[in-house]
């Protein structure tokens, strides 16, 4: 056999191998996953505002500490190419943060202050389309923004106060729709996404009512959770 035909038929498998493997490889670089998506959040409303003055106190809300909540819904990442995928998600998700009540009594004689720890409660139906940029099969660093629904809003006394009654009373003047961004960085494996992040709310939490003057917003640091129960690139 000429020594051109052999090198031929040598080559040729070799050639459909490559060619084969070339294209699973660029098959898997496109796709769809979902899942079940849950996280812990540390949930904090940032900002300030001015003092509450009624007729007969003045009160006053300083932010002391995270409240530790978590969500609960559905993911999808809809790989579009080796380093760009979408990532679509719907949560019910507990925001809120824990205060500190400084309330001034004015009184004829005078005034004295008192004080208390109070928490606000806001759960909502929250939708996140983020973008996710692969640095690698493993490593992603993601971007989007968010909408949520209200759902409910409430006062309540914190868990730590053991001596307090823990009565709930409803939040009144809290905005039905809030919006936002996120940023953070994951890693994915065939069978989860984990993934770290910030969302900081753009639309000041209360719009009317006796908190209207309040400049807070949702915040939120975020350890995700991502259960694929189904891949296209495993």
């Not at 929250?126 to 690698?136: E, F, G, M, S």
């Not at 009144?172 to 996120?182: A, I, K, N, Q």
């Not at 709310?201 to 189904?230: A, H, T």
Request: hydrophobic share 40%; glycine share 10%.
């Amino acid at each position: 056999m000429d020594k051109s035909l052999k090198l031929l038929v040598l080559l040729v498998p070799i050639l459909w191998c490559e060619s084969a493997l070339a294209q699973r490889d660029s098959l898997r670089q496109t796709g769809v996953e979902f899942g079940l998506h849950n996280s812990i959040n540390f949930t904090h409303l940032s900002g300030s505002g001015d003092p509450i003055v009624y007729s007969n106190r003045i009160e006053y809300y300083e932010p002391i500490r995270n409240r530790v909540t978590f969500d609960l819904g559905m993911f999808a990442v809809v790989h579009l190419s080796k380093r760009i995928a979408l990532q679509p998600e719907v949560a019910y998700s507990y925001m809120g943060g824990h205060f500190q009540k400084t309330t001034t009594y004015l009184h004829d004689l005078g005034s004295f202050e008192g004080k208390e720890n109070v928490s606000f409660a806001a759960d909502y139906i929250k939708a996140v389309l983020a973008t996710n940029i692969k640095l690698n099969e493993r490593v992603f660093f993601q971007i989007g923004g968010y909408g949520s629904s209200l759902l409910s809003a409430e006062q309540f006394v914190p868990w730590w106060e053991v001596d307090r009654e823990n009565d709930r009373t409803q939040l009144t003047g809290v905005r039905g729709f809030d919006g936002g961004v996120l940023g953070g960085f994951g890693l994915s494996t065939s069978v989860l996404n984990m993934t770290f992040r910030y969302n900081y709310g753009l639309l000041d939490l209360f719009e009317s009512g006796d908190f209207s003057e309040f400049d807070m917003r949702n915040g939120v640091f975020q350890f995700v959770l991502q259960w694929k129960f189904y891949s296209d690139l495993r």
